[in-house]
């Protein structure tokens, strides 16, 4: 895997004309899809490092590549957080749903469920310089809370999994040390085994179904709807195939892969063939 320690070196990779599957600290890699024989293996994690911290606007600037733990800590030395779970919590779901153990450029690609309600991180994004396709570097939003300068491409990416353009310098708004909303507790009684997939919605019936359907075990938090998957796995290899049918007015993700619906789907097709016509980046993560 080549780890690139500078832009130019990223780009020179990039300049090779191979598909490139990007990770940053690869902690999330039972939740994505399989990276082509064909790729090239990028890690980003070499380009990290806290950039600046303004703690009187609560605003702080890092590379993309900067592990979570190691940003958190410097937040912490000037009364700052993300609204990120820092603790192992059933069975280590919270963990990864909030992002953790990995890099806050993986935290804003993936967009895992989050256990925070109304904190999730295109929230907090406020600005980002990010890679291209083609090579060329291109900028959005400002350090600005309330910044109105054009369009908010930084958010759009969120979410994307390396699809469309790669984080490079990411500009986020922290809370507080003990500031913000409580915390959302979980139904106790969850095994600690490895949680088998991590799902976002909105009818409580289709959870239901699904549960009955799977022979999981459901654990449910209603402030946010996300529910965490555990026992079995989904029936069939054919329900972890990346976009293979929506799930009805939902977001889920598990070994293999994510879902999102037909809508949503529709757009990443378009949004792809505009920002990577050439699919450099991540072929085959979110069926794109």
Same mark, same amino acid.
């Given at each position: 895997?080549?780890?690139?320690?500078?832009?130019?070196?990223?780009?020179?990779?990039?300049?090779?004309?191979?598909?490139?599957?990007?990770?940053?600290?690869?902690t999330?890699?039972?939740?994505?899809?399989?990276?082509?024989p064909?790729?090239?293996?990028?890690?980003?994690?070499?380009?990290?490092g806290?950039?600046?911290?303004?703690?009187?606007?609560?605003?702080?600037?890092?590379?993309a590549?900067?592990?979570?733990?190691?940003?958190?800590?410097?937040?912490?030395?000037?009364?700052?957080?993300?609204?990120?779970?820092?603790?192992?919590?059933?069975?280590?779901?919270?963990?990864?749903?909030?992002?953790?153990?990995?890099?806050?450029?993986?935290?804003l690609?993936?967009?895992?469920?989050?256990?925070?309600?109304?904190?999730g991180?295109?929230?907090?994004?406020?600005?980002?310089?990010?890679?291209?396709?083609?090579?060329?570097?291109?900028?959005?939003?400002?350090?600005?809370?309330?910044?109105?300068?054009?369009?908010?491409?930084?958010?759009?990416?969120?979410?994307?999994?390396?699809?469309?353009?790669?984080?490079?310098?990411?500009?986020?708004?922290?809370?507080?040390?003990?500031?913000?909303?409580?915390?959302?507790?979980?139904?106790?009684?969850? #095994?600690?085994?490895? /949680?088998? +997939?991590?799902?976002t919605? =909105?009818?409580?019936?289709?959870?239901? $179904? !699904? &549960?009955?359907?799977? #022979?999981?075990?459901? /654990?449910? +938090?209603?402030?946010?709807q =996300?529910?965490?998957?555990?026992?079995? $796995? !989904? &029936?069939?290899?054919?329900?972890?195939?990346?976009?293979?049918?929506?799930?009805?007015?939902?977001?889920?993700?598990?070994?293999?892969?994510?879902?999102?619906p037909?809508?949503?789907?529709?757009?990443?097709?378009?949004?792809?063939?505009a920002?990577?016509?050439?699919?450099r980046?991540?072929?085959?993560?979110?069926?794109?």
């Amino acid at each position: 895997m080549i780890r690139p320690t500078s832009v130019a070196e990223l780009q020179a990779v990039l300049a090779d004309e191979k598909p490139l599957w990007v990770c940053g600290l690869d902690t999330k890699r039972r939740f994505r899809a399989a990276p082509p024989p064909e790729a090239t293996l990028v890690s980003m994690a070499g380009l990290a490092g806290v950039i600046a911290i303004h703690p009187e606007d609560q605003v702080a600037v890092a590379w993309a590549g900067t592990p979570l733990v190691e940003f958190q800590e410097a937040l912490a030395e000037h009364g700052l957080r993300l609204p990120i779970l820092g603790e192992w919590r059933m069975g280590g779901a919270g963990w990864h749903a909030a992002g953790m153990p990995g890099t806050l450029g993986g935290w804003l690609a993936m967009d895992m469920p989050h256990v925070w309600p109304g904190y999730g991180p295109r929230r907090l994004l406020l600005g980002a310089t990010v890679l291209r396709g083609d090579g060329t570097i291109a900028k959005a939003g400002s350090q600005a809370v309330k910044s109105v300068a054009g369009y908010d491409i930084h958010k759009f990416l969120v979410g994307t999994r390396g699809t469309l353009a790669l984080f490079l310098q990411i500009i986020v708004q922290a809370l507080p040390l003990g500031g913000g909303p409580p915390l959302v507790e979980y139904e106790s009684g969850v #095994s600690n085994g490895p /949680v088998e +997939a991590i799902l976002t919605t =909105t009818p409580t019936g289709f959870a239901d $179904a !699904l &549960a009955r359907h799977a #022979s999981i075990t459901v /654990v449910r +938090a209603p402030a946010t709807q =996300t529910l965490w998957l555990s026992g079995s $796995a !989904l &029936a069939g290899e054919g329900d972890r195939v990346v976009a293979a049918t929506p799930v009805r007015d939902a977001r889920a993700v598990w070994p293999g892969g994510a879902r999102v619906p037909h809508a949503e789907r529709k757009l990443m097709g378009m949004a792809k063939a505009a920002f990577d016509p050439e699919r450099r980046f991540n072929p085959g993560e979110l069926g794109l």
